[in-house]
């Protein structure tokens, strides 16, 4: 239930339109109730074949029931006695075209309000997800699949809107048109209709039973479509690799079980879902033949007039249908909690990386970054109670002055990589420290240390936009001049000019319609553009081929002009000109010094000269 009124909670800035809708309701159902008071006069006239010979006595005002069915009663027996039965026939059927039509108009509107609030309700939810999702460190990002984030964020919240929020007139609507037409029967028996609720409450506790089971089924099934989604995701990425493989049986193999295992389980949620409609209807006619059996025989004994009997029947039909939509809703329901659910824990999911409340504005970047004792490590599995973690940095000390151009070279799952990512606070360490400016990373504000820093990485990360939105990508005030003076000084404005619409041309999904070193330079561009005071290049020529390394290479010796640069290479012929060069493997620093230094030494870096001339 908890989970409900979570959802609810989105619907909160919107309660204002609450009460018209709840006032559009009860006039729906009120008209509507009256098409039904108007059947016991008319069978009356029409089949029992009494009519009135004097007329009814006008009543006095009242805000009753009583009152306007007296009222009717009135002008219904003055028709007949002065103008005959045909126009008492013309008045009532003017009534019930007048009372249809104001009811439809009044349920309408009714479904226009709720559909206002419901869909803004999905987009506040929506955007309340995209919103944590963006807060959220890069290390959730690595132990989350992407294929169930996405179900989340669209199946589960499609499913949260219909499920939930699209109920939602019918946890209002039910209850009020059950009222209303509840109290029509009191008033017309009371007796009987206390014979008749004796038997309600059996088919809810069969509709409750159902709904437990319908919560175990739509869990297994959400969970399952957020696995097939990320294998989809996991196919696209890799095409190239699973056919190269000849991988295809193999991964139609994985994904025909997961879909046999999603078939079983929505297979098994909607058979029990949709039992919920036809059992109540069956309920429901059993108890109608009940009432009847009953009812008939107060009539037989003179307890109760026939025609109030059959208008009785007419009614008690119509407060079927709420009690089956709201059993309906409740089974609905349980699937948009199970969704809830899910959307929920990606909403309680708190960042690692937190800023401190004293933490302080970086103005500008003037001393050194110094990297003290660091150790850090992974989380790779969870067994029972245990965490297992894998060691990548043990006691790391390192300095790098302003201005210079450290790289970090060795063997692949050293920790090179993660070592920058510290630099740039995606992770925080379990021990030790980096400070910049002989303060700590963790006393500076997230977004002033990041405005500080560029970051170029092996695969260019683009997005499916224009060239110029991409090298613009996180600035708002970029103009074209200061986009285009970025591209020349990366070595793209050439090829960028050549393209269908130059800067406006869009690179498709992933920038792919351009080249690895197009794709590389135009981060390049981006990075130029930003004019960060410390640099990061995480393996940038380590794709390319010989022709695009020399283009690429060219722009980030441009790009490193003055600044603090790490950089992270796999050849090493990239950074022999580089003020320090580290060697780290196995999470330690080997050896450290110029490239000259470190080749007399004949040491670690001497070996990995070696190994890539061979």
Request: aromatic content about 10%.
């Amino acid at each position: 239930m908890n989970v409900i009124w979570r959802l609810m909670g989105y619907m909160r800035p919107f309660r204002s339109f609450v009460p018209f809708y709840i006032l559009t309701s009860i006039l729906a159902i009120i008209f509507g109730a009256i098409n039904f008071t108007l059947l016991a006069p008319l069978l009356k006239i029409l089949f029992l074949d009494e009519t009135p010979t004097q007329i009814v006595a006008a009543p006095t005002f009242s805000w009753s029931f009583g009152y306007f069915t007296d009222l009717f009663n009135h002008n219904f027996s003055k028709i007949i006695v002065e103008e005959g039965k045909m126009e008492a026939l013309y008045f009532v059927c003017k009534i019930l075209i007048v009372t249809v039509f104001l009811s439809n108009v009044f349920r309408y509107l009714a479904l226009y309000i709720i559909n206002k609030i419901r869909f803004k309700a999905t987009a506040r939810l929506q955007n309340a997800l995209f919103n944590n999702i963006l807060a959220l460190d890069v290390g959730y990002f690595s132990q989350e699949r992407k294929g169930d984030l996405m179900s989340r964020f669209s199946n589960d919240a499609r499913e949260v809107e219909t499920s939930v929020y699209n109920e939602f007139k019918g946890l209002i609507r039910s209850p009020l048109t059950f009222l209303v037409y509840f109290s029509l029967l009191v008033y017309w028996s009371w007796k009987l209709t206390l014979f008749a609720f004796i038997f309600l409450p059996i088919s809810g506790g069969i509709i409750a039973l159902i709904s437990r089971k319908l919560r175990k089924s739509s869990g297994i099934s959400q969970t399952t479509l957020g696995d097939m989604l990320s294998m989809l995701d996991e196919l696209l990425s890799g095409i190239k690799i699973v056919s190269a493989f000849n991988a295809q049986n193999f991964i139609l193999s994985r994904f025909k079980k997961l879909n046999e295992r999603y078939r079983i389980s929505k297979t098994s949620y909607d058979n029990k879902r949709d039992i919920a409609a036809p059992l109540s209807e069956f309920l429901g006619v059993i108890t109608i033949s009940i009432i009847l059996l009953y009812g008939g025989n107060m009539v037989f004994n003179g307890q109760l007039s026939a025609e109030i009997f059959i208008a009785y029947i007419a009614v008690f039909s119509q407060i079927i249908p709420p009690i089956k939509e709201g059993a309906t809703l409740v089974t609905n329901m349980q699937r948009g909690i199970i969704s809830g659910r899910r959307v929920f824990e990606v909403l309680d999911s708190k960042p690692s990386i937190n800023e401190l409340p004293s933490a302080k504005k970086l103005s500008l970047f003037s001393d050194k970054i110094e990297i003290k004792d660091l150790h850090f490590s992974y989380k790779i599995s969870k067994e029972e109670e245990e965490v297992i973690e894998k060691q990548v940095l043990n006691g790391i000390n390192l300095s790098i002055k302003k201005g210079e151009i450290v790289a970090l070279v060795g063997m692949s799952g050293g920790g090179k990589s993660t070592l920058a990512d510290l630099v740039a606070r995606f992770y925080d360490p379990q021990q030790g420290d980096i400070l910049l400016d002989n303060i700590s990373l963790k006393d500076y504000t997230l977004h002033s240390l990041r405005s500080q820093m560029g970051i170029v990485t092996q695969e260019a990360i683009l997005f499916n936009d224009t060239i110029f939105n991409n090298i613009a990508f996180g600035i708002e005030t970029a103009t074209p001049e200061n986009v285009e003076n970025a591209a020349k000084i990366a070595n793209a404005h050439d090829f960028i000019i050549k393209t269908e619409e130059g800067y406006q041309t869009n690179i498709g999904d992933r920038g792919s319609k351009l080249s690895g070193g197009q794709r590389q330079r135009i981060s390049i561009a981006r990075a130029v553009l930003k004019n960060p005071a410390i640099l990061i290049l995480d393996e940038a020529t380590s794709a390319l081929d010989s022709e695009s390394e020399h283009l690429v290479q060219e722009a980030l010796y441009k790009l490193m002009e003055g600044r603090t640069t790490l950089v992270i290479a796999h050849r090493l012929s990239t950074i022999q000109h580089a003020d320090k060069i580290v060697v780290i493997n196995d999470g330690k620093i080997m050896e450290t010094g110029t490239h000259q230094n470190l080749i007399e030494k004949q040491g670690a870096y001497s070996k990995l000269v070696e190994m890539q001339m061979m």
